[in-house]
T-cell receptor
């Protein structure tokens, strides 16, 4: 079956540091890949997505590239802010709008 | 443009009781999916409704059931509550299965005592 594995947190960074959160997946065919972010006490917000190999999703300074050869979709941001403190979830679906399979989440804490 | 809304925001029940959670999809969306997020874990897919029918179901027992109304809103019902049902229940909507990204509501936090 489909599965998503992402690095365990918490990840603690200083403001303006570089952030990488690793995500690898197992799926048949060509799934769509997503990063969602969950701020404290809130639901999930779509951060970015990619629907085919070599696509790069980007939003709010975050980027992730769909790597079919390594089955990965690592999230990066060049300079984090305190407001980026949240839990980040990598997810896949066989088609956009279809059921999502999530990783366990990575908590990120950015200190001033 | 209203996003996905859910009610209630919080709920406390006791073991054995039944609960109903409600979701209104984002304007223009006709597909609703429900997820369970236990504390410290990623969301798990429960089921998806489209055209008032359950189209997909995750690995959840029959105690979990749902309904979709003609206006596309949806309910999640859980019978015979167990302590392990304590979680954040998330509703997500999309435009036609397989066509669009899912957008999530703020969730209903259920505590079973």
């Amino acid at each position: 079956g489909n599965s998503v594995t992402q690095m365990e947190g918490p990840v603690t960074l200083s403001e303006e540091a570089f952030l990488t959160i690793n995500c690898t997946y197992t799926a048949t065919g060509y799934p769509s890949l997503f990063w969602y972010v969950q701020y404290p006490g809130e639901g999930l917000q779509l951060l970015l997505k990619a629907t085919k190999a070599d696509d790069k999703g980007s939003n709010k300074g975050f980027e992730a590239t769909y790597r079919k050869e390594t089955t990965s979709f690592h999230l990066e941001k060049g300079s984090v802010q305190v407001s980026d403190s949240a839990v980040y979830f990598c997810a896949l679906s066989r088609a956009a709008g279809n059921k999502l399979t999530f990783g366990g989440g990575t908590r990120v804490l950015v200190k001033p | 443009d209203a996003g996905v809304t859910q009610s209630p925001t919080h709920l406390i029940k006791t073991r054995g009781q039944q609960v109903t959670l409600r979701c209104s999809p984002k304007s223009g969306h006709d597909t609703v999916s429900w997820y369970q997020q236990a504390l410290g874990q990623g969301p798990q897919f429960i089921f998806q409704y489209y055209e008032e029918e359950e189209r997909q179901r995750g690995n959840f027992p029959d105690r979990f059931s749902g309904h979709q109304f003609p206006n596309y809103s949806s309910e999640l019902n859980v019978n015979a509550l167990l302590l392990g049902d304590s979680a954040l229940y998330l509703c997500a909507s999309s435009l036609v299965p397989g066509k669009e990204t899912q957008y999530f509501g703020p969730g209903t936090r259920l505590l079973v005592l």
